[in-house]
């Protein structure tokens, strides 16, 4: 899932400073207009009824319903939202620095300069290790400050530029740790934001091991996400609707095509084989949908840990008011007790290595996987090519 802030037209990279950006102003009152994406139920948020509330009239909406079989996820960039669908979690990364210097005064911006002002980057004298320095230092600054405005887990996004380097993504993470930790941030209310290739589903058995909470993405296959399921991750994003996409412009995928020929969506089918496989063999990890793009979408997953729908869709929800008299139901279609009569194949439950991965991982997976790291590495370039820019900031 892409986190990131929604920067004003007007901001462009080649201004000499955050601090000479300008945007539109919220009201002090509500934060900036930051992408959260919220790992909870929204079991409380009620459509009201006049002067009642659905919970006071017996009435119900259609997002209370879905929330009781998922943890329903607000897929949002405007943070006037925040009143409606409040967040609990968040994600810092790359395209969300780049956001941040689109702002006016805030803490996050406050957290971005006083990221370039650290005398320990300063004091490092060749240029990349600087640039280095000032991003870990900006990410975790943002990242302190989004814990202390949600009460759940802030993820942070390791440098796709590492995907294929498994001693590189550990030692990223243990450098992040270190500077949360400086903040007073425990690893309990972390996890890192590492990419499905297998250096990275290594990096994460790894560090699992070591406690620290790890968030797979980019998982296009159902050898990415059972790899990852034994691998031990914390939280395996599937992302639904980009492998839809890919099946209406393509051809040659087996994976996708054996669903097509089941008359089941590929997305839809890969988030029920993964979740199925998850619990019919009893793995920790959770399973977070991605990239869902309408209500029948949501509908299908019920019953899967997260799901990070769009705005519209959950207004929609929102809105659709039931009264208990009305015979109107949701069915939880993941559950594990469906999970438990799920069949896999002897090929589908040996124990995944580089070789049996890369050869079960089709076109659509090699090629959404490579987009998916060109994009979030094209974005860490940009933000230390647009520090070395700016850099120093002012008072420095």
Request: aromatic share 8%; hydrophobic share 40%; charged share 20%.
């Amino acid at each position: 899932m892409s986190f990131t802030l929604q920067a004003p037209p007007s901001a462009s990279l080649a201004s000499s400073s955050c601090i000479q950006r300008t945007s539109r102003f919220l009201p002090s009152s509500t934060p900036p207009s930051l992408l959260f994406k919220s790992l909870r139920s929204f079991s409380q948020i009620r459509t009201s009824t006049g002067s009642s509330s659905s919970l006071d009239t017996g009435f119900t909406t259609e997002l209370d319903s879905v929330s009781t079989f998922s943890e329903i996820v607000p897929d949002t960039v405007i943070f006037d939202d925040f009143e409606k669908f409040p967040p609990t979690a968040a994600t810092v990364s790359s395209s969300l620095l780049l956001g941040i210097c689109g702002l006016p005064d805030t803490i996050f911006r406050n957290a971005v300069d006083m990221a370039l002002a650290d005398s320990e980057c300063f004091g490092l004298e060749k240029s990349d290790g600087r640039l280095s320095c000032f991003a870990n230092k900006a990410l975790v600054n943002v990242g302190g400050e989004l814990a202390k405005l949600v009460p759940g887990r802030v993820s942070t996004e390791v440098d796709a530029r590492l995907a294929y380097d498994t001693h590189g993504i550990i030692r990223k993470v243990h450098d992040l740790l270190k500077l949360y930790n400086d903040i007073n941030v425990p690893p309990q209310r972390l996890l890192f934001k590492i990419p499905s290739t297998w250096q990275g589903i290594e990096a994460a058995k790894l560090l699992e091991s070591e406690g620290i909470q790890t968030h797979l993405t980019c998982v296009y296959s159902f050898a990415q996400a059972a790899a990852a399921a034994q691998a031990g991750a914390s939280v395996i994003q599937v992302f639904v609707g980009r492998l839809r996409d890919w099946a209406r412009n393509h051809s040659g995928d087996p994976e996708i095509e054996s669903a097509q020929r089941r008359g089941e969506d590929p997305g839809l089918a890969l988030v029920t084989k993964a979740y199925n496989y998850i619990h019919k063999y009893g793995h920790k990890s959770k399973l977070m949908a991605a990239a869902v793009r309408n209500k029948q979408d949501l509908l299908s997953l019920l019953g899967v840990d997260y799901i990070i729908a769009p705005l519209k869709v959950l207004q929609s929800l929102k809105e659709s008011v039931t009264t208990p008299e009305e015979k109107y139901s949701f069915v939880r279609r993941l559950s594990p007790q469906s999970a438990a009569s799920y069949t896999f194949s002897d090929e589908e439950l040996v124990k995944w290595d580089q070789m049996s991965l890369a050869s079960a991982m089709g076109p659509a997976t090699v090629q959404l996987l490579a987009a998916g790291l060109d994009s979030n590495a094209d974005q860490a370039k940009r933000v230390e090519e647009f520090f070395e820019k700016i850099w120093p900031p002012p008072n420095v």
